[in-house]
T-cell receptor
Framework: KNEVEQSPQNLTAQEGEFITINCSYS?????LHWLQQHPGGGIVSLFM???GKKKHGRLIATINIQEKHSSLHITASHPRDSAVYIC????????????FGKGTKLSVIP | GAGVSQSPSNKVTEKGKDVELRCDPI?????LYWYRQSLGQGLEFLIY????????KSGLPSDRFSAERTGGSVSTLTIQRTQQEDSAVYLC?????????????FGSGTRLTVV
């Protein structure tokens, strides 16, 4: 079993829809990252979370440490949001390695 | 530079040949990471450099893989006697320090195909 599981694997949405991508992990962590990988491979850091909730524009990320679960939400989705969204966890204190989920491929249709 | 630069962007090599992949991190970033992304798989940690400390090589899959970081800046990942299973996208990332709290900047990767 992977230490980081994402769902769904693939997601197709109509423009304007509210999107939720989920990430569950099985180990103790010090932080969780959400990354965005565009077609062509470039990866961008979206959020780093160790507790609570963060918001940036139309993107919202939440984490529940007790439940070992995080969600990434996109409000008013747009075709330019089409990308692979990757959840990565940083193991408990002292570690710098990231363990990655396999990603969720999002396609937003006009 | 403004971002993390990797070269070449694509490399096709014959099985058994050696390859060198280069990463030029953001100036001032002390932490540098190499990851591998195989088709249909998540990113896999390979090696981590932090300042002048000894690198963490625990993710290197075999002794055919090695990496250097010269002068705390540019890094080279070398794969000797390439095999078909080495085909993947090799991604480099850098961060201001090893804590990760400032986020990571990834390069666009080198797509390696071993034929």
């Amino acid at each position: 079993k992977n230490e980081v599981e994402q769902s769904p694997q693939n997601l197709t949405a109509q423009e304007g829809e509210f999107i939720t991508i989920n990430c569950s992990y099985s180990v103790g962590i010090s932080a969780l990252h959400w990354l965005q990988q565009h077609p062509g491979g470039g990866i961008v850091s979206l959020f780093m979370l160790s507790s609570g909730k963060k918001k940036h524009g139309r993107l919202i990320a939440t984490i529940n440490i007790q439940e070992k679960h995080s969600s990434l939400h996109i409000t008013a989705s747009h075709p330019r949001d089409s990308a692979v969204y990757i959840c990565a966890v940083r193991l408990e204190a002292g570690s710098y390695q990231l363990t990655f989920g396999k990603g969720t491929k999002l396609s937003v249709i006009p | 530079g403004a971002g993390v630069s990797q070269s070449p962007s694509n490399k096709v090599t014959e099985k058994g040949k050696d390859v060198e992949l280069r990463c030029d991190p953001i100036s001032g970033h002390t932490a540098l990471y190499w990851y591998r992304q195989s088709l249909g798989q998540g990113l896999e940690f390979l090696i981590y450099f932090q300042g002048n400390s000894a690198p963490d090589k625990s993710g290197l899959p075999s002794d055919r893989f090695s990496a250097e970081r010269t002068g705390g800046s540019v890094s080279t990942l070398t794969i000797q006697r390439t095999q078909q299973e080495d085909s993947a996208v090799y991604l480099c990332a850098s961060s201001l320090d090893g804590s990760g709290i400032y986020g990571y900047t990834f390069g666009s990767g080198t797509r390696l195909t071993v034929v």
